[in-house]
């Protein structure tokens, strides 16, 4: 069965600066699709970023980018310029007929 | 176009009482899925439908937990005989189809509170 570990509880970070958030998830499938989804305070879940596990190349959303290790089963979300409107809990999550989730990181940002 | 949507945004009820959740998806989303989701936790996977049917009901905690779709479209998440333990937020969530690419759209959410 697939999993998906955030080991990093709560994060903090200055404005303007960047931030790393770690995932690592476990499959036998060849060929999947993960993302990442952020949830603010006002609960309603966003997608932020998806990377398919065929493409090399690692997928980027304006100031949002991740690092997909394939080999490695890491998947980790990069924010750099951390605004505060980013202050969120950041979900990973591995697709198949559903989308297998990790626990979450709460990301804090300091002015 | 619309989101999805969930109704009520929050409901208050007293133990023992029992609660309907509803979820309006996506127009033409044809997967719906039911969340459960403790203060400050991830989520917790309940039940999906493809269509009407619910081929994987694994995450129902217990049998008073039950959940129905009509016309591939809305859904209903019934609580009977609430216990303070199913206070949670329960999110709803509808996909395009079962495609691994395909992203799930969330709605707000159902804040629910047992007394």
């Known amino acids: 069965a697939q999993t998906v570990t955030q080991s990093q509880p709560e994060m903090s970070v200055q404005e303007a600066e960047t931030v790393t958030l770690s995932c690592t998830y476990d499959t036998s499938e060849s060929d999947y699709y993960l993302f990442w989804y952020k949830q603010p305070p006002s609960r309603q879940m966003i997608l932020v970023i998806r990377q398919e596990a065929y493409k090399q190349q690692n997928a980027t959303e304006n100031r949002f980018s991740v690092n997909f290790q394939k080999a490695a089963k890491s998947f980790s979300l990069k924010i750099s310029d951390s605004q505060l409107g980013d202050a969120a809990m950041y979900f990973c999550?591995?697709?198949?007929?559903?989308?297998?989730w990790g626990a979450g990181t709460k990301l804090i940002i300091k002015p | 176009g619309a989101g999805v949507s969930q109704s009520p945004s929050n409901k208050v009820t007293e133990k023992g009482k029992d609660v309907e959740l509803r979820c309006d998806p996506i127009?033409?989303?044809?997967?719906l899925y039911w969340y459960r989701q403790s203060l400050g936790q991830g989520l917790e996977f309940l039940i999906y439908f493809q269509g009407n049917s619910a081929p994987d009901k694994s995450g129902l905690p217990s049998d008073r937990f039950s959940a129905e779709r009509t016309g591939g479209s809305v859904s209903t998440l019934t609580i009977q005989r609430t216990q303070q333990e199913d206070s949670a937020v329960y999110l709803c969530?509808?996909?395009?189809?079962?495609?691994?690419?395909?992203?799930?759209?969330f709605g707000p959410g159902t804040r629910l509170t047992v007394l």
């Open positions: 969530a509808s996909r395009e189809g079962l495609f691994s690419y395909n992203e799930q759209f």
């Open positions: 127009s033409g989303h044809t997967a």
């Open positions: 999550a591995y697709s198949n007929y559903q989308l297998i």
